[in-house]
C-alpha cells in the first residue's frame, strides 16, 4: 500500500519570505498524481497544486511551485512571498493512476506566517 | 463553483446514539468520500462511494456504515456512538477518473460524550 509522509508537523516563516514543505512517498506504481491541499483555521480544504509523474517539468501555481523529484519519491512545496493568508495545514495526498482510487494524504504540516 | 455542503458544523451526541452525517454536492460527482481528521493523524479515509448504491470501506470502517441512495448525497451513519468517535468528519466528491481534485465540504466537528 502506497503511503504518504510529511516529517515537518510544523513549520513557520517570516510574511515575504520562502519555505520549503517536504513530503516522501513511498509506491511501487509508475503512474500516479501528487497533490498538495491547504486547510486554512476554520475553512475548507482546497486544492493548491498537483502534478502528474509522467511529467517532469514541476508544477507551478502563482507563487506556488513543487519540487517533485520521482526517483528519490519526494515532493516538495514551495512557498514564495509568504504572506498572512497561507497559514494553514498544508497536505500531501498520493493517487494511484491505476482505477478509480481514493486520495493518501500525509499528516498534514501546520504552517505558521510571522508578521 | 462546487459546492460540497455538510448537515451540521457541529455536532454533540451520547454514548449509544446513532447519528447521521449527511453530506450534499451539486456537480454531479460521482465520487463521494468521507474522512475522519484527527490531530496528528492526518485524513483517514473511513468510506467512499463510485456511484448511487456503491460503497467501498476505506481505512478505518469500524462503527461506521454509510448510505448512496442519490448521486448527489452520501451519508455517514455512526450506528451506536461511542466517545472515541468524537472527531472531525469531512466529506468530499470527485468527478470520476485520477486526475481530478477532491472538492471538499466545511466540516463537521462531532462531540460523543
Given at each position: 500500500a502506497?503511503?504518504?509522509t ?5 513549520m ?10 517536504s ?18 483555521p476554520?475553512r475548507?480544504?482546497?486544492?493548491v ?5 509522467y511529467?517532469?517539468?514541476n ?5 506556488f511551485?513543487?519540487n ?7 515532493f ?7 504572506q498572512l493568508?497561507?497559514?494553514a ?8 493512476a ?6 493518501v ?11 | 463553483?462546487?459546492k460540497v455542503?455538510?448537515s ?10 446513532k ?6 454536492q451539486?456537480?454531479?460527482h ?5 474522512y475522519?481528521q484527527?490531530p496528528?493523524?492526518?485524513l483517514?479515509?473511513i468510506?467512499f462511494?463510485?456511484?448511487v ?6 481505512d478505518i470502517?469500524e ?7 442519490k448521486?448527489?448525497?452520501?451519508s455517514l ?5 461511542s ?11 470527485s ?8 472538492f ?9 460524550l
Open positions: 502506497q503511503t504518504v510529511q516529517s515537518q508537523p510544523e513557520s516563516v517570516q510574511e515575504a519570505e520562502t519555505v520549503t514543505l513530503c516522501t512517498y513511498d509506491t511501487s506504481e509508475s503512474d500516479y498524481y501528487l497533490f498538495w491541499y491547504k486547510q486554512p476554520s475548507q480544504m482546497i486544492l497544486i498537483r502534478q502528474e509523474a511529467k517532469q517539468q508544477a507551478t501555481e502563482n507563487r511551485s513543487v517533485f523529484q520521482k526517483a528519490a519519491k519526494s516538495s512545496l514551495k512557498i514564495s512571498d509568504s493568508g497561507d497559514a495545514m498544508y497536505f500531501c495526498a498520493y493517487r494511484s491505476m482505477g478509480n482510487t481514493p486520495l494524504f500525509g499528516k498534514g504540516t501546520r504552517l505558521s506566517v510571522i508578521a | 463553483d462546487v455542503t455538510q451540521s458544523r457541529y455536532l454533540v451526541k451520547r454514548t449509544g446514539e447519528v447521521f452525517l449527511e453530506c450534499v451539486d456537480m454531479d460521482e465520487n463521494m468520500f468521507w475522519r484527527d496528528g493523524l492526518g483517514r479515509l468510506y462511494s463510485y456511484d448504491k456503491m460503497k467501498e470501506k476505506g470502517p462503527g461506521y456504515s454509510v448510505s448512496r441512495e448521486k448527489e448525497r452520501f451513519i455512526l450506528e451506536s456512538a466517545t472515541n468517535q468524537t472527531s472531525m468528519y469531512l466529506c468530499a466528491s468527478l470520476g477518473g485520477t486526475y481530478n481534485e477532491q471538499f465540504g466545511p466540516g463537521t466537528r462531532l462531540t460523543v
